[in-house]
């Protein structure tokens, strides 16, 4: 078998958020094709205890804790170097030692850099074949940020986008192939460094549409009478703080005073504090960690995702439409889902428009189902096309 460096910058597993989910469906398939040489980073001390798992997809790996506190204080340095702040936050001298070792003993001549700040670590090998997955345009996604803030953040912000913009077109001059997660989004960057559009393309998020399935036995999490309105998502993670916060205070008070049994349940781990705040507002139900997001989903009035600040297909959505689930969203988090009268995918940013939709969805009969949108996760965004793809771009 060939070999294959894949260097990610977060340990792929659990596959229980949007970048974790992606790397480890290409570990996945990629260890049934190559000897698989993984270099990572432990940035949650909670998946130590996955280790053995993923060492199970590969012939050798090297996983590095990661502090999130010491490396925000290291990723400073980039103010005096003149580079994004992202590069410093993930230098790590164990990792790069162990690349540079493993690229000489094992002979490895091609490397998959998963997210673009793992390029770092090898963008001075002349001899090895880089292929990206940026997943997304993360210096749209700082610039956008920058939008949200105020003074300083809104500066810190701005700047590591355009520092970020230009380290992420350094990596896709040498790498052969750079992959984003949907069409929009690579052509999005072909836009931004459109002397190497030729060699820019997309592989696209999948779901397991066997595990998101509205055909098993789930049991109900939601009291009797009520009717639940559901976002799912990491919790600490600031586009899904600022999307619930904004539903929550802007779209949510109206459907409550026309509906007085809906319910808002805000499903996902770690919640910021402007999260847990939330719950002292009439309605809104804080779950915090669960083992198993499909209940809320199975059982969901309606599925809302009303991000404002997004990049790519959100996992959120696809794996709501596979459980066949009619999906209320923002036009950021609806981005690549074709909105036709075929599916049950429906687009408002304004709140009170938002609101209005939210109130006649809930009032039609049935129409929490939604066998088309399924139907078309299923022909669209199956992990087997994606990986496929992915494989013949590698080699």
């Excluded at 380290?167 to 040498?174: C, G």
């Excluded at 709140?351 to 929490?368: H, R, V, W, Y």
């Amino acid at each position: 078998m060939e070999k294959l460096l894949f260097l990610v910058h977060r340990l792929p597993y659990p596959p229980n958020k949007g970048d974790k989910i992606r790397s480890f469906h290409f570990l996945k398939a990629l260890s049934l094709q190559y000897e698989i040489y993984l270099g990572t980073f432990v940035d949650d001390p909670e998946d130590w205890q996955y280790e053995q798992t993923v060492k199970s997809y590969c012939q050798e790996t090297c996983c590095v804790s990661l502090n999130p506190r010491i490396s925000k204080v290291k990723s400073l340095t980039g103010l005096l170097s003149g580079e994004a702040l992202s590069i410093p936050y993930y230098k790590n001298n164990v990792m790069q030692d162990w690349i540079d070792q493993i690229l000489t003993s094992a002979s490895i001549k091609k490397v998959l850099i998963f997210s673009s700040v793992m390029a770092q670590f090898v963008l001075n090998k002349q001899e090895l074949e880089i292929i990206t997955d940026f997943v997304d345009v993360d210096s749209d996604k700082w610039r956008q940020y920058a939008l949200k803030k105020k003074w300083p953040e809104s500066w810190i912000y701005r700047r590591e986008s355009e520092k970020l913009l230009t380290f992420e077109r350094q990596v896709i001059s040498r790498s052969s192939t750079g992959i984003f997660v949907s069409e929009q989004e690579a052509a999005h960057f072909q836009a931004l460094a459109s002397e190497y559009k030729d060699r820019i393309d997309f592989v696209n998020n999948g779901v397991d549409t066997d595990y998101f399935s509205p055909l098993l036995d789930y049991p109900s999490p939601f009291q009797v009478n009520v009717t639940p309105i559901v976002f799912t998502g990491a919790m600490d993670y600031w586009a899904n703080v600022d999307a619930v916060v904004w539903f929550a205070k802007a779209v949510f008070p109206s459907i409550y005073s026309n509906n007085p049994s809906a319910r808002f349940f805000i499903v996902g781990s770690k919640p910021a504090k402007e999260v847990l705040t939330l719950s002292e507002l009439p309605g809104i139900v804080i779950t915090g960690r669960v083992e198993d997001v499909r209940p809320y989903l199975a059982f969901a009035a309606l599925v809302v995702a009303p991000l404002r600040i997004a990049r790519g297909i959100q996992n959120k959505v696809l794996e709501a439409m596979a459980m066949e689930k009619t999906v209320l969203g923002t036009s950021a988090a609806i981005e690549g889902i074709p909105v036709n009268n075929q599916l049950r995918v429906f687009v408002e940013d304004d709140p009170l428009q938002a609101a209005q939709l939210a109130c006649d969805l809930l009032s039609e009969k049935g129409g929490n189902k939604a066998e088309s949108n399924r139907h078309f996760v299923i022909d669209h965004f199956s992990w087997y096309s994606s990986t496929e793809k992915l494989i013949s771009i590698i080699n």
